[in-house]
């Protein structure tokens, strides 16, 4: 960065105080001016500010894959992971309750990267609580607006990157969030504590191949990991991406937003992430005009960088009566919590 140049040749001569008060303006001036340029994990400048520390949280050292605004927030009693159940696990074909939700809002804040910054991130579209703002925690959420998915209890937040063509947003669809069991057994998922919260995916995903999610056009079996060249007319995009589903059972959130969670392998959880938790798949779906699909990027870049963020703001009762009913009950939950083929 260039410095100022000053010929201190002709600057007058000062002394005691007076030069104890320019040092401290000097020193001041530096501050600001080597001050770093925030990203979110959308990408979005947050300009020379200091991120606040969430209350309840716990000092941390810092990791390669901090983001601003990310502490560890520990639970002061660790969560055990239920026991499997001794009994012979019954056949379930589904062990899954949806979240249906509509759009509420697009803006360039993220709660979770960049808690009480407004306008740091990029542009975002959010789902399921109403109100969601920069400031927002999953405690607020509780507290503040209604909800925009079809149980009105789910006043969590979802959001993700804005999907623009040729520089316009492009419309969605209904967005689902599925919570499933990404366990074998499904008695043993436990609901989401209340807090938490996680980042699912990386806008810095190199390419495509290293992609977590997939692509389709609304039709079985056609899945890529890039958009489509084309979408038949009247079809809708899809993007779908799994998170993980295993918890530490320490941590509300991490620096990261993500270490707190594992996937599960050969559909156990391991050992340093032993607590079953639902398994969140989104499905975005987006409205495209004629099928076409030129022109499509992501607000926080290709194809590839789409990501989710998720802050659990559910009535907390209501969250725990449906993971017991829903998943644990080996049951495929409608958007209202009913399966009509097993009530």
Excluded at 32 to 55: D, F, H, I, N
Excluded at 77 to 105: D, G, T, W
Aim: charged share 15%.
């Amino acid at each position: 960065m260039a410095r100022d140049r000053t010929d201190f040749r002709a600057a007058p001569r000062f002394t005691g105080r007076r030069v104890i008060a320019i040092a401290a303006l000097a020193a001041a001036a530096v501050t600001l001016a080597v001050s770093p340029v925030l990203r979110s994990a959308g990408g979005g400048a947050a300009g020379a500010q200091t991120v606040p520390v969430a209350p309840s949280t716990t000092a941390s050292q810092p990791s390669a894959g901090s983001r601003p605004g990310g502490q560890y927030i520990t639970l002061d009693k660790p969560v055990l992971p239920i026991p499997a159940p001794k009994s012979k696990l019954p056949f379930a074909q589904y062990r899954e309750m949806h979240a249906n939700c509509k759009p509420v809002k697009q803006a360039a804040d993220d709660p979770l990267v960049f808690p009480g910054l407004v306008g740091a991130a990029h542009l975002h579209t959010f789902v399921g609580n109403t109100a969601p703002t920069a400031f927002s925690t999953p405690a607020s959420l509780t507290k503040n607006g209604s909800s925009s998915c079809e149980d009105r209890q789910d006043t969590a937040s979802y959001w993700f990157p804005t999907l623009l063509q040729n520089g316009k947003p492009v419309p969605n669809t209904t967005v689902t969030f599925y919570y499933k069991s990404g366990v074998t057994d499904y008695r043993t998922v436990r609901p989401f504590p209340a807090g938490f919260r996680m980042l699912v995916g990386d806008m810095r995903t190199p390419n495509a191949a290293a992609f977590g999610g997939e692509w389709d056009c609304g039709k079985p079996g056609g899945t890529t990991k890039e958009i489509p060249t084309s979408c038949p007319k009247g079809n809708v995009l899809i993007v779908r991406y799994m998170a993980p589903s295993c918890w530490d059972g320490k941590h509300l959130d991490t620096p990261d937003h993500k270490s707190h969670m594992a996937y599960p392998v050969k559909g156990v959880c391991p050992a340093g992430h032993p607590v079953a938790v639902p398994m969140l798949q989104s499905k975005v779906a987006y409205r495209l005009t004629g099928g076409v699909t030129k022109g499509l990027t992501y607000s926080s870049g290709a194809s590839f960088s789409f990501h989710y963020d998720f802050m659990n703001g559910w009535q907390q009762a209501r969250l725990e009566q449906l993971v017991k009913h829903c998943i644990n009950g080996g049951r495929q939950c409608n958007g209202y919590g009913v399966d009509e083929h097993k009530p």
